[in-house]
């Protein structure tokens, strides 16, 4: 094969990768690129541990910690540390992450085991003190075959996520199931349910006032033309079970299948925490394991379930369930949204939980919602990069050039598959669709060096001039 930049009699070429600067990008892009915001707290700390997610954190770390070998043990450990303490500050103000002290952990101890990465061969690949060496060719077939395979896994259609599996014969009810096992304790003062999404800024403005019962909300302010709405009589005493008319379930189904979407505004009162199952304040359902949604109380957790063919007959698969956020004697205003791809819940006007239904849905969902970023990222590197390593030894801004064209082609691909069926919360026309991946690209071409191989003793990239 004859090489781009490469005499007829030259071997193929070597490709050097500095690891730290690709380190400290996939760390950037898979932690700190926000989807959405919330109010932070130290409350919102996490003390519990995820094993998937402790074992995802290990694995984010171990580049830099192979980036920075060599160097004293304590300098992996400080980098590591304060890098990840940064990193989790930052996420206690981001509704889809959840930040905590196993992160840190997992974190450091990636960083330990990638320090210990020193003068390591795995087939083709030699890493040395801060860089990986690859030949050419399988440089070449590794990027695209990584690059290929994680678009393929975005765009591969997965299971529907509308309302289409609704049944028109349940019926809506409040303060308990249908089959009248599901007793809430409480006060509901009243409730609305809206066959559109009711945005941020209007739930926020509805929970300024203040609560019903307390200083008083005008119900003549609420977003107009709800499909029902319903106001307690007596809002003082606990609210006893009731089941809506045939009708009106009727007229809920068919509007919000009509569009499917669905915005649930719900004021109530919280008499106590002793539940120690989902206690139904509002449900449209017709047992404990069949429903089109239900909003509920477990504990001091607010919970809300919706069907789709890809969340069960149950709506548990997920289901978007917020942090302990209830206190008894309190009154609470709570808005629960699904706009036919994110399904989120606001206690008081605050973002208190979200749930990216249509990326569970995605036949790989690991690759969707806040994760695409760095899917994304990735496939713009090992794009840019393969095409930086076919052209060879050319001058660096052509490698700069070839690292954004081949992050534009990712983006660019993207774009084509807008109508694909599980799409993010991040819009496909927004900067971060388009950002990663050139940046990625920009990335590769900042950490790549491809010279011809001059044999043992010059196996280091600063070996070679840029």
């Known amino acids: 094969m004859r090489w781009p930049g490469v005499g007829v009699a030259d071997p193929p070429a070597v490709a050097f990768i500095e690891i730290v600067p690709i380190a400290l990008f996939l760390i950037v892009v898979a932690t700190v690129i926000p989807a959405e915001f919330r109010t932070p707290t130290i409350e919102l700390l996490s003390t519990s541990v995820d094993p998937r997610d402790f074992v995802f954190n290990i694995l984010l770390f171990i580049p830099l910690g192979a980036g920075l070998a060599g160097r004293r043990w304590y300098v992996v450990i400080a980098a590591s540390g304060l890098l990840s303490l940064s990193v989790e500050v930052l996420q206690i103000a981001q509704a889809s992450r959840h930040a905590g002290f196993a992160d840190i952990l997992a974190n450091v101890t990636g960083g330990i085991l990638g320090s210990v990465c020193q003068n390591v061969r795995l ?55 249908i089959t009248r096992n599901r007793s809430w304790h409480g006060t509901l003062v009243a409730w609305a349910v809206y066959d559109r999404v009711i945005q941020r800024d209007a739930i926020e403005e509805l929970a300024d006032p203040g609560h019903p019962g307390e200083s008083g909300v005008d ?14 009589s007596d809002p003082v005493e606990p609210t006893g079970f009731l089941e809506m008319s045939r009708e009106i379930s009727t007229k809920v189904h068919d509007r919000l299948m009509g569009t499917g979407k669905i915005s649930l505004l719900a004021w109530f009162r919280v008499k106590d925490l002793e539940q120690t199952d989902l206690m139904r ?68 006007g605050e973002l208190a939980a979200r749930e990216n239904l249509a990326s569970n ?37 052509m490698e700069f050039l070839l690292g954004a064209t081949g992050g534009l082609v990712v983006a660019v691909a993207i774009w084509a598959f807008e109508a694909a069926p599980a799409w993010p919360v991040y819009p496909v ?32 990239p600063r070996s070679y001039s840029c």
């Open 123 to 177: 087939g083709s690949f030699h890493i040395g003190y801060g860089y990986v060496r690859v030949k050419r060719r399988v440089f070449l077939v590794v990027a695209l075959v990584v690059a290929v395979s994680l678009f393929l896994g975005i765009v591969v259609p997965g299971e529907q996520h509308d309302f289409s599996n609704w049944d028109a014969t349940y019926r809506l009810a409040i303060s308990d199931e």
């Open 219 to 232: 119900f003549q302010q609420l977003p107009t033309d709800p499909v029902v709405y319903w106001k307690n």
């Open 281 to 348: 304040i509002l449900t449209f359902s017709r047992d404990p394991f069949h429903r089109n949604f239900t909003l509920g109380q477990e504990g001091g957790v607010v919970e809300f379930r919706i069907r789709t063919p890809a969340t069960g007959l149950n709506g548990t698969d997920p289901a978007t369930r917020t942090m302990e956020i209830l206190e008894p004697g309190r009154s609470f205003f709570v808005a629960a949204t699904y706009d036919g791809f994110v399904s989120r819940v606001f206690v008081d």
């Open 361 to 397: 849905a995605a036949v790989f969902p690991l690759l969707h919602d806040t994760s695409l970023p760095l899917v994304l990222a990735v496939c713009g590197a090992c794009l840019g990069g393969a095409l930086i390593v076919f052209f060879g030894q050319t001058r660096r801004s």
């Open 429 to 460: 026309s927004s900067i971060w669709i388009i950002a990663p991946p050139l940046a990625g690209g920009l990335v590769a071409a900042l950490s790549l060096v491809v010279r011809r191989d001059a044999g043992p003793g010059r196996s280091t």
